[in-house]
């Protein structure tokens, strides 16, 4: 432990599934040192994801800024001033970009850690008062890979916790208004319903948009369980041309909820199904059961599968290969040739494990 720390900013400027596996690193921040205030800055607008975390004092998002240089340099200046305004102690950035380094310089605290590298970027360790090299996985049954990575980084400082899953909590009134979204889409809230996220930041990672209309249509006609598609405005269209026809037991909620709405119909789904993306980790971080389907990627890099979360990998030996598609050509043919039955069958055990299915039921 580092003396005299009463004021602490962690910094994880990743995307939506690295600030869902930094909620292990924020309860060991937090149980380290019990009597600190404990901030995060994250990237705007994901800071709804923590608004609810009991560990927290204040979510902090990074600007983004949509203009004149002349703007930008105001609305950054403004930013910056505000973040010496708080007096942090402690700031540790958990990623290796330039932008969380120069802001965890900018922050003027008189501890300033993060990871150490080297190459075109040897100039962090200048900013930083301690550099953390990088360290093998801590390793172990019950350590989650993913939130791993970040606490690989704080235990060189003294913070550690003995609990690595992911945890999100859900705000009253993203329940609320979650629970107002699905009504408004005529779901039936006391029936069972699962979520279904198709798409991933990589299209290499996904899996046919027909063979999800043959799992929505499975899962309505052998266990009677309507579907709710969720994703990024974005992927409204997308999703939409998968719901067409299937109106009955299919909603489009895509595009339609902030991110903390989103979380909150998650958590409140009998299962969560989707590719390589953050979906399931919000997901695994709820409490809800997932079928995650990865392809190149290894989920071993960031998953934890047991009962409740299975990994539907295609049956191919070069599987996973860890590139972004064959020869990287951004086309995944061990997905495209990853059929419906196997897909359903793992999602059908997971449906009766969970006693969810019919089956679990009779």
Known sequence: MLP????????QLGDIGDVVLTTPTIRAVKETYPAARVSIMVRKPF????AADPYLHEVVESVKVRGTVRQAVIEYARFICRLRRAHYDLVIDLR?????????????????????VGGKQFWHGLLLTKAIPCSPPFGGAHVHP??????RIV???GIDTGDSVPRLHISQQDHERAMELLTEGGL?????????????????????SKKWGE???????????????????EEEAAAGEIVRGREEYALNMAGKTTLGELAAIISMSSLHIGVDSAAPHVAAALGTPTVTIHGPSDWRDWRLANDMHSIVCPAMECVPCRRMGCNDSQRSKCLEELSVDTVISQIDKVLISSGCSCAATE
């Open 4 to 11: 005299g720390v009463e004021n602490i900013l962690i910094v």
């Open 47 to 50: 800071g709804s994801l923590l």
């Open 96 to 116: 290796t970009g330039d932008r969380g380094t120069i802001l965890t310089f900018l922050t003027g605290a008189t501890a300033r850690v993060g990871r150490s």
């Open 146 to 151: 993913g939130a791993d990575q970040s606490l």
């Open 155 to 157: 235990r060189e400082i």
């Open 188 to 208: 039936v809230l006391d029936t069972r319903w699962i979520t279904i996220n198709p798409f991933s930041r990589w299209k290499y990672k996904e899996w046919d």
């Open 215 to 233: 799992v929505v249509d499975w899962l309505w006609s052998i266990h009677r369980i309507s579907t709710v598609f969720i994703g990024s405005p």
